[in-house]
């Protein structure tokens, strides 16, 4: 059936699939026609979608009803429960409806059972963590690839480190790269990937750096640094939780006895085990109990800013309390 549920924070990844869906259904002369965005705040947004899916398409191509940031995989009404059941098995074949969320749905309703089963495709976009190094790299060779940039393996790594988990800055720095090299058949050396991308991202982890030694005058500089650079506040909180995760689970490793460099790379999600001999000289000088202590405090700063909190203020006062954590049993 023509139904489609996509979800997820990745919001660049999901607009660029909700274009090529789009783009593949609809005629350009008749997009006038046969296109409908609704958004879910709109009064019975929901019902108005499933009675628009049910028009014929006018002149070429199909009818695209598209319901934004929808809720009815999270909560469903019985009227609309009901006009699901009712509508989502005799949708024309030239008519598609597309549902989008932030939100997972949850798959104890009987709304998203329903979908599910009747979906075309069921997909989620997710952000990777910025942990997850690998699969930063896989993404960054997989939109190298489409947008047609030859990368080594270290050219990879470096904009991984510097983009991080956002979709939407890869795009635009590997536009920037392929405009640059003007489709060359040579890799892209590192040096010029360092001169045209700015790694604000490396930045964000000289600054979980100077926070693990308890510099607060050098963390504020490199805040302040991140800040002019508007760099986005809870970008910044991802590396840094990232990076404080990864240290805790080294130290974890090491106070259990582990000596494995192998064993400790499983258990902190490296890839690459050559990394932990210089990860466990990072942790030496902090306690397991300081390392445990500073999380908390970054989930909380995450927490305030996703909330509205202002974002210099909140991120400067954790950044305080944290170097404050760290500089104890020194």
Do not use: H
Request: aromatic residues 6%.
């Amino acid at each position: 059936m023509p139904i489609y549920v996509y979800w997820g924070e990745d919001d660049f990844a999901m607009e660029k699939a909700v274009a090529t869906l789009r783009d593949r259904i609809l005629d350009p002369l008749w997009i006038s026609f046969n296109s409908t965005i609704l958004s879910s705040d709109q009064p019975d947004a929901a019902i108005t979608a499933l009675n628009q899916v049910m028009t014929p398409a006018f002149g070429g191509g199909g009818r695209f009803v598209w319901l934004v940031n929808s809720t009815v995989c999270q909560q469903c009404p019985d009227n609309i429960l009901a006009e699901l059941t009712r509508t989502l098995s005799v949708i024309p074949e030239n008519s598609w409806l597309l549902l989008t969320s932030r939100n997972k749905p949850d798959e104890r309703l009987k709304s998203t059972k329903l979908l599910k089963k009747s979906a075309q495709e069921f997909r989620e976009f997710p952000l990777i963590p910025p942990w997850k190094t690998e699969l930063l790299v896989q993404s960054v060779n997989q939109v190298a690839e489409t947008v047609g940039v030859k990368l080594t393996s270290r050219g990879a790594e470096l904009l991984a480190e510097a983009v991080g988990n956002d979709t939407r800055l890869l795009y635009n720095e590997m536009e920037k790269l392929r405009l640059y090299t003007k489709n060359s058949s040579k890799p892209l050396d590192i040096n010029t990937i360092t001169q045209l991308v700015r790694n604000t991202t490396q930045n964000s982890l000289q600054l979980a750096a100077a926070m693990k030694m308890g510099d607060t005058p050098k963390a504020l500089s490199i805040l302040a640094d991140l800040i002019s650079a508007a760099e986005p506040g809870l970008r910044i909180v991802a590396t840094l939780i990232g990076q404080f995760r990864t240290w805790l689970l080294v130290k974890i490793a090491m106070e259990s006895g582990e000596r494995n460099p192998q064993a400790i790379a499983q258990v902190a999600e490296i890839n690459n085990p050559k990394r932990i001999y210089f990860l466990q000289q990072e942790v030496k000088s902090l306690s397991l109990e300081q390392l445990i202590s500073c999380l908390p405090l970054l989930l909380q700063l995450e927490v305030s800013i996703k909330q509205g909190s202002p974002e210099v203020p909140a991120l400067q006062t954790k950044v305080i309390e944290i170097c404050q954590v760290c500089q104890g049993q020194r």
